[in-house]
């Protein structure tokens, strides 16, 4: 801080709302969060990321001292489109409060915990410069909501060549179904999805001799995916599970046998399963009912969990001694960057509500961002007041 008047969280919020960073564009966002972060004594490092058929972002490393440990901030500026835009109460970049709630595209998902995270330190140092020993880094991405292919993934890379450490790192994604301390995020289970092409010989319906149809062979193959059960589930995952998301056969003609029928299926898996293996049992069903078939399998993420132990306990105590719940630690709901940071340093997510985030009227109450903020502060006093010994005890 150095105009010695302190970051308001709501106000920042709302500045970083007014950007319309609808994925992949930025509209200053990360500049914001840059200049920001630099009034702190951040060093900060802008940095774009292109790769042919995607996409150029923007992406932001800032980090304030050179010692370890090195507890990180993640998230993103990014937002997904505003859909139906007349279907929203209010404007969704005016970033208006009415009756104590802070509406705009982003409030949630997640600039509010941003706007947390950069008031949280503010308050953090205008205790404690120069009297805690390590460093506090901030990694904000702007292709969370997109391919994910220009954004943090590169970034890690990034501090990978040059040789920087995340030693812990929390996510701000919204992670609260209902009320603020609902749940901690600690892993996510992983995600295949398969495309299944039978073919056949397209025919006369009234000569089916002179044809072979290929759906009631996709319909026996579908039968079998959906009708296992691949696991129990464990401590941590719910059980894996399969859903078929489109059959398409695109044969309008009822005395028609279609040449082929795709089905397009996805399974989040947990810790019980590795992505070989469900490959391998897919394609054996397929092999069993027989004849000619393509299978393209793309495993979107791997399973990951970050074990109940130090980190976790830090962050649920500070959101215990904050809105007076027990957040429970789940490994449900859609993936986020956690699932590249965890091969880097254990990983937890908290953030705001998630009920709202992705829809019309996104919306975070004032007071959740602000009782956010001193979350985040409670984990920086008492994350930087572990002893190291201690910390590398419970390295995860
Ligand atoms: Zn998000």
Redesign the pocket.
């Known amino acids: 801080m150095t105009d010695n008047k302190p970051i308001d969280p709501i106000e920042l919020t709302r500045a970083l709302i007014r950007c319309a960073s609808v994925t992949p564009l930025d509209d200053g966002a990360l500049s914001l969060t840059n200049t920001t972060l630099e009034k702190l004594g951040f060093v900060t490092h802008s940095m774009t990321f292109s790769e042919d058929g995607t996409p150029d972002v923007n992406n932001l490393y800032a980090r304030l001292g050179d010692s370890e440990p090195n507890f990180c901030f993640a998230g ?1 500026t990014d937002v997904v489109p505003v859909g139906d835009a007349a279907a929203w109460k209010l404007e969704p970049f005016a970033a208006e409060i009415r009756d104590g709630i802070l509406y705009g595209r982003g409030a949630t ?2 600039k509010g915990a941003v706007a947390a995270f950069i008031a949280a330190i503010d308050i953090f140092l205008s205790k404690r410069r120069g009297l805690f020993e390590g460093s506090i880094s901030l990694l904000i991405t702007g292709d ?2 997109g391919p994910s292919i220009n954004g943090t993934v590169k970034v890690l890379d990034w501090l990978a060549d040059r040789g920087e450490i995340l030693n812990h790192c929390l996510v701000g ?2 992670t609260n179904p209902d009320n603020l301390g609902d749940m901690i995020k600690i892993g996510r289970r992983g995600s295949l999805t398969g495309t299944l092409t039978v073919n056949g010989t397209q025919g006369h319906v009234a000569y089916p001799h002179l044809a072979d149809n290929p759906l009631p062979r996709l319909i026996k193959i579908l039968e079998r995916f959906t009708g296992h059960s691949f696991d129990n589930g464990n401590e941590h995952f719910t059980r894996t599970n399969l859903e078929i998301a489109s059959i398409d056969v695109g044969n309008p003609a009822s005395n028609v046998i279609p040449a082929n029928a795709t089905a397009l299926f996805n399974i989040r898996f947990n810790t019980e399963q590795t992505s070989d293996n469900l490959e391998e049992w897919l394609r054996t069903q397929c092999d069993e009912i027989g004849g000619d078939y393509t299978l393209n399998i793309t495993v979107g993420a791997q399973p990951f969990l970050t074990r109940p132990g130090y980190f976790t306990d830090l962050i649920s105590k500070a959101v215990a001694e904050v809105t007076g719940n027990k957040p429970a630690l789940t490994t449900t709901g859609g993936t ?1 960057d956690a699932r590249f940071i965890h091969h880097y340093c254990p990983v937890a997510e908290f953030g705001l509500i998630s009920e709202t ?1 992705h829809k019309v009227d996104e919306q975070a109450t004032v007071s959740d961002i602000e009782r956010l903020t001193t979350i985040y502060v409670r984990i920086l006093e008492s994350y930087f007041e572990t002893t190291g010994a201690s910390r590398q005890n419970h390295a995860s």
């Open positions: 993103h998902d997640m969370e909501e994604e919204p986020s985030m």
